[in-house]
């Protein structure tokens, strides 16, 4: 669990940088997949980033902990990330 709030908190920090001109929709992908996709799904959205093998073995342990949170939570904390990232705050 604190891996997955240590996630968003990580993610939506980025998100919300002031030097960020807008939201990467690969990364935002990337994240959605992360989340609600399956580790295959999450492993090709990573392809395009060419991440060493200890990036790809990190993000792939990062999917297994966060597959083990319900369903419904994981739904929720991408709801959360995109009600945030849509906040007058991070525009």
Same mark, same amino acid.
């Given at each position: #669990?604190?891996?997955? $709030?240590?996630?968003?908190?990580?993610?939506?920090?980025?998100? &919300?940088? !002031?030097?960020?001109? +807008?939201? &990467? =929709?690969? %990364?935002?992908?990337? $994240? /959605?997949?992360?989340?609600? +996709?399956? =580790?295959?799904?999450? /492993?090709?959205?990573?392809?395009? %980033?060419? =991440?060493?093998?200890?990036?790809? @073995?990190? +993000?792939?342990? #990062?999917?297994?902990?966060? @597959?083990?949170? !319900?369903?419904?939570?994981?739904?929720?904390? #991408?709801?959360?990330? /995109?009600? $945030?990232v849509?906040?007058?705050? &991070? #525009?």
């Amino acid at each position: #669990m604190k891996l997955a $709030i240590t996630l968003a908190l990580v993610t939506l920090a980025l998100l &919300c940088s !002031p030097a960020s001109a +807008g939201i &990467c =929709p690969r %990364f935002a992908h990337v $994240i /959605e997949n992360l989340l609600l +996709g399956t =580790p295959s799904s999450y /492993e090709t959205s990573l392809k395009e %980033f060419e =991440p060493d093998d200890t990036m790809k @073995d990190a +993000g792939m342990q #990062m999917k297994k902990v966060l @597959d083990s949170l !319900p369903q419904t939570t994981r739904e929720n904390i #991408m709801k959360l990330t /995109e009600k $945030i990232v849509k906040s007058p705050l &991070c #525009m």
